[in-house]
T-cell receptor
Framework: GALVYQYPRRTICKSGTSMRMECQAV??????VAWYRQSPQKTFELIAL?????????EQNFTQEKFPISHPNLSFSSMTVLNAYLEDRGLYLC???????????FGSGTRLTVL | QQKVQQSPESLIVPEGGMASLNCTSS?????YFWWYRQHSGKSPKMLM?????GEKEEGRFTVHLNKASLHTSLHIRDSQPSDSALYLC????????????FGQGTKLSIKP
């Protein structure tokens, strides 16, 4: 079956520093990867949608300068949170789409704590 | 801006009872939905999807879709404590752009 690995599972960083998270699809080709953030208040926000060989589309309130994403091939994507502050805390999820299907399959998430 | 609204925000149901969750999209171009379940400390897992008007049943779970009202509902019969979770409704954003947006979720608690 399809598996989506996301790591690290948890990370703690000091305010103003940066951290990188990775998303790996195993057993299938991930034609697109959507990065979401689930805040401590449980709101579920789309950060950006990354499709191989296409420009990455960021949603309102999220920028490439703050959340640079790399999607070099059909099995791997990474996102960095630059200059993290308290408001960046939350669970970051990568959602992967198989082929032309629209259903998203999520990785385990990376929980970011900012001190 | 397109929104997906879920209600209620939280729900307590006795074990063995029926849980009913609601979801509506504000975008008239959206007429299909997904339901995800997220247990505490875990990532969301796709529970059911519905693309056609009417009803879809899988075990104890039934999903309804009314395209005219852009409304979907999830019903869980014979609720079990293991059904306690955050239930998220998702709809495609700006039809055919490949994005899903999620509602704020319904926190379901099943009381033994």
């Amino acid at each position: 079956g399809a598996l989506v690995y996301q790591y690290p599972r948890r990370t703690i960083c000091k305010s103003g520093t940066s951290m990188r998270m990775e998303c790996q699809a195993v057993g299938f080709q991930a034609t697109s990867v959507a990065w979401y953030r689930q805040s401590p208040q449980k709101t579920f926000e789309l950060i950006a949608l990354s499709t191989v060989n296409s420009a990455i589309k960021y949603e309102q309130n999220f920028t490439q300068e703050k959340f640079p994403i790399s999607h070099p091939n059909l099995s791997f994507s990474s996102m960095t949170v630059l200059n993290a502050y308290l408001e960046d805390r939350g669970l970051y999820l990568c959602g992967v789409r198989l082929g032309g299907a629209e259903t998203l399959y999520f990785g385990s998430g990376t929980r970011l704590t900012v001190l | 801006q397109q929104k997906v609204q879920q209600s209620p925000e939280s729900l307590i149901v006795p074990e063995g009872g029926m849980a009913s969750l609601n979801c509506t999209s504000s975008d008239r171009n959206v007429d299909y939905f997904w339901w995800y379940r997220q247990h505490s400390g875990k990532s969301p897992k796709m529970l059911m999807s519905i693309f056609s008007n009417g009803e879809k049943e899988e075990g104890r779970f039934t999903v309804h879709l009314n395209k005219a009202s852009l409304h979907t509902s999830l019903h869980i019969r014979d609720s079990q404590p293991s059904d306690s979770a955050l239930y998220l409704c998702a709809a495609p954003m700006n039809y055919n752009q490949g994005k899903l947006i999620f509602g704020q979720g319904t926190k379901l608690s099943i009381k033994p």
